[in-house]
Nanobody
C-alpha cells in the first residue's frame, strides 16, 4: 500500500505561482512513477505532468513552459511548481503513484486562479 498526501493548493491571482507537494509513504520502493492530475469543475480528470523513478518527465501541452514537476527522493516527495497561472488552471489537483498494475491517488488539493 502507498499513501499520498498533497498540500500547497489555494487561491491565487492570474499570473501568480503556487507549488504543490505530494508526500508518499508506505511501500514506496515499488513505485515506478508518479504524477499530477487535475479535474476542473464539471470535467474529467486529466494528466498534468508525470515523472519516472529515473527522472524522465512528461507534460500536458496546456502547461508546458509554465509548470515543472520534480522529485526529492530523500523526502519521498514530488512537487509541481506552477507559474503564470491562468483561470483555466482552476481544478482539484491529485497526486498519483503507479506500482505495476496498482494506481494510488491522494485526496486532492484545490487550486483556484481568480482575480
Amino acid at each position: 500500500q502507498v499513501q499520498l498526501v498533497e498540500s500547497g493548493g489555494g487561491l491565487v491571482q492570474p499570473g501568480g505561482s503556487l507549488r504543490l507537494s505530494c508526500a508518499a509513504s508506505g511501500n514506496i520502493a515499488s513505485i515506478s512513477g508518479m504524477g499530477w492530475y487535475r479535474q476542473p469543475p464539471g470535467k474529467q480528470r486529466e494528466l498534468v505532468a508525470s515523472i519516472t523513478t529515473g527522472g524522465s518527465t512528461n507534460y500536458a501541452d496546456s502547461v508546458k513552459g509554465r509548470f515543472t514537476i520534480s522529485r526529492d527522493n530523500a523526502k519521498n516527495t514530488i512537487y509541481l511548481q506552477m507559474n503564470s497561472l491562468k483561470p483555466e488552471d482552476t481544478a482539484v489537483y491529485f497526486c498519483q503513484a503507479v506500482d505495476g498494475s496498482l494506481v494510488y491517488w491522494g485526496q486532492g488539493t484545490q487550486v483556484t486562479v481568480s482575480s
